[in-house]
């Protein structure tokens, strides 16, 4: 069903506010909310507002955190998110790097007590827009065997790369560690459909493309043994470096247990102490169009920029978007829990 973005915009701060979270915070969190349904990652939009609540509710995260830097070495931070709303504790962790910018041409920040933060690529673009190079990392619940395993031990661990390149925006790529975010197969799962093959393995080890065996086992490393090195070196930059949890030792958030202590990871590079800034932009900007001018494979019709098609679903989404019924629903049945007049 379409949805006007107003709306939808409206209902979720309601939603959040009225569970706790102040009116700042609560709009933090529904911008990158918003922000994904927009992209068309619904994966990371609405369907996680009700276990963000959930977890409100049952004290597993702190609706008013505390957040502060607790190890402070010039441009290399330790933050300390207080087990508040992964997209507040992201806001003010870069909030902190901006600042040290002015004076740093690198900043560096681990952040421990954190959780789950939505889509790391809503972080390094908003330092891109900025005028940043950045990267942007988190670790997650264990979801994903090591390569040649079966049992769920890393999690899907994200990581995103930007930087701006003038007139075409920006380069984003946003990419979990796993073939694809768990988030996804909850999405599969939602609308009732198989899952493209070599995604995910049963709890015998065995591959799968039903979401719900695959929710029951593991998902499998992007490109075999690569991505599950990957998974694991962002667990140190996201854990080994800040205190949180790794990955095998992280809460789910759909479970209501124990705190998730994420830990998440932020790189930026002040790109004018560096080179010119206008002409790295006109750089990149020439560099993409000779990538997109390039001769296409068969069966492909354009060469596209990573973050390219998310941002064109940006711009075709800007009023109205699709919400399905089924997250509709869960968003009307909050609101009514929670004593929110809606129309």
């Not at 959040?16 to 915070?25: D, Q, R, T, W, Y």
């Not at 197969?185 to 070599?198: A, C, L, Q, S, V």
Request: proline content about 4%; some cysteine; overall charge negative.
């Amino acid at each position: 069903m379409n949805k006007k973005i107003s709306e939808i915009f409206e209902l979720t701060q309601k939603i959040l506010e009225a569970s706790g979270v102040n009116p700042k915070s609560a709009r933090e969190v529904t911008e990158s909310i918003v922000d994904a349904e927009k992209r068309g990652i619904e994966s990371h939009g609405l369907i996680r507002l009700k276990p963000y609540v959930d977890r409100i509710q049952g004290n597993l995260i702190n609706a008013e955190p505390n957040i502060k830097i607790v190890k402070d070495n010039s441009s290399i931070m330790v933050i300390d998110g207080d087990n508040g709303l992964g997209q507040v504790v992201a806001i003010q962790t870069l909030e902190y790097c901006f600042e040290k910018l002015q004076t740093n041409s690198t900043v560096m920040a681990t952040v421990r007590n954190s959780n789950h933060f939505g889509t790391a690529g809503y972080f390094s673009r908003i330092a891109a827009e900025n005028g940043f190079l950045a990267i942007v990392a988190s670790n997650a619940s264990p979801t994903m065997a090591p390569w040649g395993g079966v049992n769920p031990l890393l999690g899907t661990n994200p990581i995103a790369m930007s930087f701006p390149a003038n007139n075409f925006g920006d380069f984003t790529l946003d990419m979990a560690t796993s073939g694809t975010a768990k988030g996804k197969i909850r999405t599969y799962e939602r609308n009732g459909t198989d899952m493209p093959p070599g995604l995910a393995i049963d709890k015998d080890g065995y591959e799968t493309q039903d979401p719900k065996t695959a929710l029951n086992g593991s998902l499998l490393p992007i490109g075999q043994h690569k991505g599950y090195g990957l998974s694991m070196f962002i667990d140190v930059l996201c854990a080994g470096l800040s205190g949180a949890s790794l990955s095998s030792e992280t809460e789910s958030m759909f479970k209501s247990g124990n705190v998730a202590n994420t830990g998440q990871f932020f790189l930026l590079i002040k790109i004018e102490d560096v080179v010119d800034s206008e002409s790295f932009k006109d750089r990149m900007e020439s560099w993409f169009q000779l990538l997109k001018n390039s001769e296409e494979r068969p069966g492909f019709e354009e060469i596209l920029i990573p973050g390219e098609l998310e941002n064109r679903k940006k711009k075709e989404n800007s009023q109205m978007v699709n919400v399905s019924e089924t997250t509709y629903g869960e968003l009307q049945e909050m609101a009514m829990k929670l004593n929110i007049q809606t129309d």
